[in-house]
């Protein structure tokens, strides 16, 4: 039996409910069952609420890590692992002292990295990191588009995914009976949108009850009533956001929005999404998007910027048009830090929203079916969960053949 190749992995831990580390657990999952993988996880995360590790199965191992590490903790396991490759997927500026350690790595495998950035202009002072790494495997067409015409040998598109059973269409007698149970007998026969995201100033949540608010206003005007509800996915009193039950009551719109507080299991956010006439995001940066790409693996039709991953989600890159409503850039701010000089934002007004809100509405019941099934077709091929893990599979095992040719540097001997 031929020998498996072991991955030695940095991200969030792969059981915890982020995108990165969702998507992290879906990956390994499926390139497992190709029969030539194993993978050792150093799982990050704020703080765990226990340490000891976590044996999924032989060939996926976990070990609850605070923060994402450090050199001396990834000495020690490229010492004892002895991995044939080390994979990485976050933000670079987690592994300033991965990429500076580089040589030291690079002595026992090559480096992958499943990547995004969020916006033009080009990164230049990321160079260091990507000269650094054997492969780029990028999660947004745009950061693709950005980096391939420089690293045009080692980098490749390769979008998040979703295994099919997780997020799928339901029966329409079910999609009513859930409705009227999750949101009551007064509103089986509203129209509603939904928006999952954490409540933070990127994710722009009170944008999205102004453009909540500017739409029920069209709509009493137009139609004389407001039988539409908000599903808000997000936890109200974040720190890291407004108060959005302030908010909605100082906008006069608090019968119209639903939070959903708790976290919950994949089957009950796809109850959410097929209840739902449409998934709206309007943050101003997104490096891909998730809760669109879920939405619409249900067949429900997404409101979203064209920025960063998102644009490739809302516009149809096989039939052209849109799946749903595309939402136009407005307008830019250039913003930056000391460790990220410049970025741009990307913004689009509140009424703007609340219009394509109200384009969705006015839809007949069989453009709405029409749409559905134009959406959901095109998540499955354009984001084919058994594509990206082929993907992955032949460009680690690609960049892996290259990098045993390679001539090196330094030889290690053994004392």
Same mark, same amino acid.
């Given at each position: 039996?031929?020998?498996?190749?072991?991955?030695?992995?940095?991200?969030?831990?792969?059981?915890?409910?982020?995108?990165?580390?969702?998507?992290?657990?879906?990956?390994?999952?499926?390139?497992?069952? $190709?029969?030539?993988?194993?993978?050792?996880?150093?799982?990050?995360?704020?703080?765990?609420?226990?340490?000891?590790?976590?044996?999924?199965? *032989?060939?996926?191992?976990?070990?609850?890590?605070?923060?994402?590490?450090?050199?001396?903790? %990834?000495?020690?396991?490229?010492?004892?692992?002895?991995?044939?490759?080390?994979?990485?997927?976050?933000? +670079?500026?987690?592994?300033?002292?991965?990429?500076?350690?580089?040589?030291?790595?690079?002595?026992?495998?090559?480096?992958?990295?499943?990547?995004?950035? *969020?916006?033009? +202009?080009?990164?230049?002072?990321?160079?260091?990191?990507?000269?650094?790494?054997? %492969?780029?495997?990028?999660?947004?067409?745009?950061?693709?588009?950005?980096?391939?015409?420089?690293?045009?040998?080692?980098?490749?598109?390769?979008?998040?995914?979703?295994?099919?059973?997780?997020?799928?269409?339901? +029966?329409?007698?079910?999609? $009513?009976?859930?409705?009227?149970?999750?949101?009551?007998?007064?509103?089986?026969?509203?129209?509603?949108?939904?928006?999952?995201?954490?409540?933070?100033?990127?994710?722009?949540?009170?944008?999205?009850?102004?453009?909540?608010?500017?739409?029920?206003?069209?709509?009493?005007?137009?139609?004389?009533?407001?039988?539409?509800?908000?599903?808000?996915?997000?936890?109200?009193? *974040?720190?890291?956001?407004?108060?959005?039950?302030?908010?909605?009551? !100082?906008?006069?719109?608090?019968?119209?929005?639903?939070?959903?507080?708790?976290?919950?299991?994949?089957?009950?956010?796809?109850?959410?999404?097929?209840? #739902?006439?449409?998934?709206?995001? !309007? #943050?101003?940066?997104?490096?891909?998007?998730?809760?669109?790409?879920?939405?619409?693996?249900?067949?429900?039709?997404?409101?979203?910027?064209?920025?960063?991953?998102?644009?490739?989600?809302?516009?149809?890159?096989?039939?052209?048009?849109?799946?749903?409503?595309?939402?136009?850039?407005?307008?830019?701010?250039?913003?930056?830090?000391?460790?990220?000089?410049?970025?741009?934002?990307?913004?689009?007004?509140?009424?703007?929203?609340?219009?394509?809100? !109200?384009?969705?509405?006015? %839809?007949?019941?069989?453009?709405?079916?029409?749409?559905?099934?134009?959406?959901?077709?095109?998540?499955?091929?354009?984001?084919?969960?058994?594509?990206?893990?082929?993907?992955?599979?032949?460009?680690? %095992?690609?960049?892996?053949?290259?990098?045993?040719?390679?001539?090196?540097?330094?030889?290690?001997?053994?004392?």
């Amino acid at each position: 039996m031929q020998k498996k190749l072991k991955v030695l992995v940095l991200s969030d831990h792969a059981l915890s409910t982020s995108g990165v580390g969702t998507q992290t657990r879906h990956l390994l999952t499926g390139l497992i069952e $190709k029969g030539c993988w194993s993978f050792r996880q150093f799982g990050a995360a704020l703080k765990h609420s226990d340490y000891r590790n976590v044996v999924i199965n *032989d060939d996926f191992i976990i070990k609850p890590i605070d923060g994402f590490g450090n050199p001396e903790m %990834l000495r020690v396991a490229l010492a004892t692992e002895k991995p044939d490759l080390l994979f990485i997927f976050t933000d +670079p500026r987690f592994f300033v002292w991965l990429f500076e350690m580089e040589d030291e790595i690079h002595q026992v495998c090559p480096i992958v990295w499943w990547h995004v950035w *969020d916006n033009y +202009p080009y990164p230049d002072f990321n160079d260091a990191f990507y000269e650094a790494t054997d %492969l780029l495997n990028c999660h947004s067409h745009m950061t693709y588009e950005m980096i391939k015409a420089k690293y045009s040998e080692k980098t490749n598109w390769i979008p998040h995914s979703l295994p099919e059973n997780i997020f799928f269409p339901i +029966p329409e007698e079910e999609i $009513k009976k859930y409705k009227q149970q999750l949101l009551g007998e007064d509103r089986k026969d509203h129209f509603v949108g939904i928006w999952v995201n954490r409540n933070a100033k990127r994710k722009r949540p009170n944008d999205v009850l102004e453009s909540w608010s500017l739409f029920l206003k069209e709509l009493k005007r137009k139609k004389g009533h407001q039988k539409a509800t908000l599903i808000m996915h997000t936890e109200p009193t *974040d720190s890291e956001g407004p108060n959005l039950f302030k908010t909605a009551e !100082m906008l006069g719109i608090e019968e119209t929005v639903f939070f959903s507080r708790d976290r919950l299991e994949f089957e009950k956010m796809n109850v959410l999404y097929n209840i #739902s006439d449409f998934c709206l995001n !309007m #943050s101003y940066a997104e490096g891909f998007g998730l809760s669109t790409l879920e939405s619409m693996m249900t067949g429900t039709p997404i409101i979203a910027l064209k920025t960063g991953g998102l644009t490739r989600q809302v516009c149809n890159a096989q039939s052209g048009g849109e799946n749903g409503v595309a939402l136009n850039v407005e307008f830019k701010t250039l913003v930056g830090s000391q460790n990220v000089p410049f970025i741009y934002e990307d913004y689009v007004s509140n009424s703007t929203v609340a219009k394509a809100i !109200m384009k969705l509405y006015k %839809l007949k019941p069989d453009a709405r079916k029409k749409l559905s099934k134009k959406v959901l077709k095109y998540a499955k091929t354009e984001f084919s969960h058994q594509k990206t893990i082929d993907q992955w599979h032949e460009t680690m %095992l690609d960049t892996l053949e290259k990098f045993k040719k390679k001539e090196r540097r330094w030889k290690i001997l053994e004392i």
